[in-house]
């Protein structure tokens, strides 16, 4: 296996969990909640995802309970701010806080322990292949899970009624509902599966990514998937390009310091959110930009009057 | 379109109404906390009538209307469709039933195409593209032309409006709701939505046409119910009835014909403008061009155009939010202000109030008296000392605009959101008319505002000129225009005619200039 290939596996790895929890993030986003609490729903998804591979003995149970326990915590989410109508942002940011929290305390036992690793898929033939071999039929069941999410969620948002209701939601809430959408339901639905695909996340990383529990081992991961979604303007196939971009980038500072190259590691680290900054800055240029793809309701509350 | 006499029911006997009955509300009740919004309101419409429901702002008519399309629950009361007692507890049971709406401020999609808007709003049954296909199709028969693949955000009031109406028929309503349909058309457009109004009514479709503009309800409605205070007052024959009677029946006392008053010859300039340019800010601004004009103490220049031509851009140039390129662009009193920010235009004697009222011309969230801070706390009222607030003195400012423009609040104090729609802008245009200016900018002085408080605002911007100041109105509203104006100048596409003596000015003229069709240009023949 050459450097290069491993280079590029090592990509993949890295890439996955912003992946998958950026592309949950757009729905909620698109339907118009904000859920800063990315972060929190993936670390409890990392410690539910460790302990259910210990519980059951099977990683991919494992990825079960991250899945879950992200919804949990999204749900939790979504009963303070659609139902109780508390502020998104305040929310979010307690649901990250809350998360670091209870997973340092559920994970203590996990400590040092070794985990279970989800292992790649071996298609036969097909990953014996050269070169593209275990790059492309190797590698592990949420790896393609990931990718599949971006072109169901590409093809939902955009091509179906109901992908039509969630954008609908997002740009103006008080019309749908004029029209007879349950805002909260989408908005419920939306947020439930923005915290499976955090939680999933998270298994990702003490499944795969780094098979053992170590407190705070997003490490920052959940922000990074949440500036991607600006980044990408809220378009799934930017997320997907956007996911690897940053991924390649965090991969590559080890590569660079390895080889000697004397580029800060703190400038690397801070790249993503310089990028999005940057982003952000292009994008507010262009009204044409920011109109058609920013949710307009994005972070406001619905109330119906009735 | 010829339409025989005997066919036509607005040429119908007196007194008699045609067509089936197709909605009875009977005795409907709703209250809002200590406000009875509807009163045992009573209503029936037809088929193939087309119905005015008139009232004052606050009367209950758009409470009345959302409960009958299905958004407000009515406290007690009947509905029955077509002799079926039923409740219609969302909106969109009452697009099943056959009831469509039309909404006042636009219920649409800004970020999503005209067909997927049009598509939230029918049942999921049909294929995207035999849907832009029936579209087309019923945009070309009724002669409302709509691409079906444009964003809603790049389009004009006038176009989105027709989204609407289409997005109506498409459902095959048996009636059709129009919330204050013309307030942002054209007298052109205006007329364009009339016939597709009379066309409608003749295939037999219900129409409940709300509207404050009386002359329009008496040109094409066949029937008419007023309301105030949450009670309907009287149904009538709108035709049977002068300007005048209707809205004595609305307001419930009479409307004085406005005082004009004599223009003083040739006062001073107070407000010049000067080959005032800006650049177009983006893709939905528009770029203003070498405009000029003079506004002298004495008299009122009115700005006529359709929305979107660059009222706002020149309503920021002049109010100072936006700066200009040089000083001399804007003069106020005798001194070149282009450059300075609008603070030092309030103090040199000018006074703004922008269209949106609430947002631009008031803080939602704030209390009155602490709005009233907002634009006053540098103009000599000693409102400010040291850093310091006056409370005292806001509260005193802010009791007597109450009194002097009759801004009703249902307690002391309230925050500018809890009032409607017409008693802030009362509020917004008394608290500068207060300061006795030297020159006062206002743009849509009356937008959304029923005929009492209109009038009332008119004939304090005509009191206000005729004291010596100098008056500058941006409308859309020609009636309102022509009421007020001494002189008259239009904008088109960022451009602002000559302003011209009102007297020699019509309604048709100024119109065609509203849509950029001069005389001038060589295409106003054909376009007539």
């Known amino acids: 296996m050459g450097a290069f290939e491993s280079i590029l596996l090592t990509v993949i790895t890295a890439a996955t969990p912003l992946l998958l929890a950026a592309i949950g993030e757009l729905v909620v986003e698109r339907s118009g909640v904000l859920n800063l609490g990315v972060e929190g729903m993936m670390i409890v998804g990392a ?110 948002l955009f091509r179906t009624r109901a992908g039509l209701i969630i954008r609908a939601v997002g740009d103006n809430h008080s019309s749908a509902h004029a029209l007879g959408v349950s805002v909260l339901k989408v908005r419920y639905l939306a947020v439930l599966f923005g915290g499976a695909c955090a939680g999933l996340a998270g298994g990702y990383l003490s499944l795969v990514y780094t098979p053992q529990w170590v407190e705070g081992m997003t490490a920052g991961r959940g922000w990074i998937a949440l500036a991607l979604v600006v980044f990408a303007t809220w378009r799934p196939l930017r997320v997907l390009a956007g996911a690897y971009l940053f991924g390649a980038v965090g991969i590559l500072q080890f590569h660079a310091q390895a080889h000697g190259v004397a580029i800060p590691s703190q400038f690397m680290s801070a790249l993503p959110y310089v990028a999005t900054i940057a982003v952000l800055v292009i994008i507010s240029r262009n009204r044409i930009l920011t109109r058609v793809n920013t949710p307009a309701c994005l972070g406001r509350p619905f109330v119906p009057d009735r | 379109m010829t339409v025989d006499d005997t066919t036509n029911p607005q040429h119908g006997v007196v007194g008699e109404r045609r067509g089936t009955v197709l909605l009875d509300a009977r005795g409907i009740t709703k209250r809002f906390g200590e406000i009875l919004a509807n009163d045992t309101v009573s209503l029936t419409l037809r088929a193939g009538e087309i119905h005015a429901l008139l009232g004052e702002n606050g009367a209950g008519k758009s409470t009345l209307v959302k409960i009958l399309y299905g958004a407000l629950d009515p406290n007690a009361g009947d509905l029955v469709w077509q002799g079926q007692t039923v409740t219609i507890a969302s909106p969109a049971e009452a697009r099943a039933l056959g009831i469509g709406m039309v909404f006042q401020h636009f219920s649409l999609f800004e970020a999503l195409t005209v067909a997927e808007n049009i598509a939230l709003a029918l049942p999921p049954d049909q294929s995207f593209r035999a849907l832009s296909e029936r579209i087309r199709q019923v945009s070309r028969d009724y002669g409302l032309t709509l691409d079906p693949t444009a964003i809603v955000a790049d389009l ?327 009421e007020i104006a001494d002189r008259i100048a239009v904008i088109s596409r960022g451009k602002l005619s000559e302003a011209i003596p009102a007297q020699k000015l019509t309604r048709e003229r100024v119109g065609l200039l509203m849509a950029g069709l001069d005389e001038d240009s060589g295409g106003a023949g054909d376009a007539a």
């Open chain 2, 156 to 482: 004009s009031v006038g176009v989105r409006q027709r989204i609407e109406i289409v997005r109506c028929l498409l459902q095959e309503p048996k009636l059709i709701i129009m919330d204050e349909p013309t307030s942002v058309l054209t007298p052109q457009e205006a007329d364009q939505l009339f016939v597709t109004l009379e066309r409608l009514a003749l295939e037999g479709c219900a129409i409940l046409y709300i509207s404050h503009r009386l002359e329009e309800v008496q040109r094409i409605c066949h029937h008419a119910t007023i309301m105030r205070h949450g009670k309907v007052v009287m149904e009538c024959d709108p035709t049977k009835e002068t300007a005048g009677s209707l809205a004595r029946l609305m307001v419930g006392s009479a409307v004085h014909d406005l005082k004009r008053g004599v223009v003083p010859r040739e006062g001073d300039v107070r407000l010049a403008l000067k080959d005032l340019s800006a650049e177009a800010e983006g893709p939905f601004s528009v770029a203003i061009e070498n405009v000029n004009l003079n506004v002298r103490a004495g008299e009122v220049v009115a700005i006529a155009g359709i929305a979107g031509n660059g009222q706002s851009e020149l309503f920021e140039l002049v109010s100072g939010e936006r700066l200009s390129s040089s000083a001399d662009a804007v003069t106020i009193g005798a001194v070149p202000m282009g450059r300075a920010g609008i603070t030092k235009r309030r103090r040199a004697g000018a006074a703004f109030v922008p269209e949106e009222r609430l947002g631009h011309g008031a803080v939602p969230g704030l209390k009155l008296s602490e709005n009233l801070l907002l634009t006053r706390h540098s103009t000599g009222d000693g409102l400010v000392q040291g850093g310091f607030l006056k409370r005292d003195r806001a509260g005193a400012l802010e009791q007597r605009i109450k009194t002097n423009f009759d801004v009703r609040m249902s307690h002391d104090d309230p925050e500018a959101r809890a009032l409607s729609g017409g008693n802030l802008q009362k509020f917004v245009i008394g608290r500068e008319l207060d300061r006795q200016p030297d020159v006062l900018v206002v743009n849509q002085p009356t937008w959304g505002v029923d005929a009492g408080a209109a009038a009332l605002i008119r004939q304090e911007l005509i009191d206000l000129s005729r004291n010596g100041a100098a008056v500058l109105v941006i409308s859309q509203d020609l009636d309102e225009i022509f």
């Open chain 1, 47 to 156: 410690v539910m995802g460790f302990a259910g591979a210990q519980a059951t003995g099977s990683p991919y149970l494992g990825a079960v309970f991250a899945l879950v326990s992200g919804m949990g915590m999204a749900l939790l989410f979504g009963f303070l701010t659609l139902h109780l109508v508390a502020n998104q942002v305040a929310t979010g940011l307690a649901l990250t806080l809350l998360g670091l929290g209870l997973s340092g305390m559920i994970g203590e036992a996990f400590v040092g322990q070794p985990g279970i690793r989800l292992t790649g898929i071996e298609i036969p033939v097909l990953s014996d292949l050269p070169l593209v071999g275990r790059l492309l039929f190797g590698q592990d069941v949420l790896v393609y899970l990931s990718l599949a999410l971006v072109a169901g969620v590409s093809y939902v």
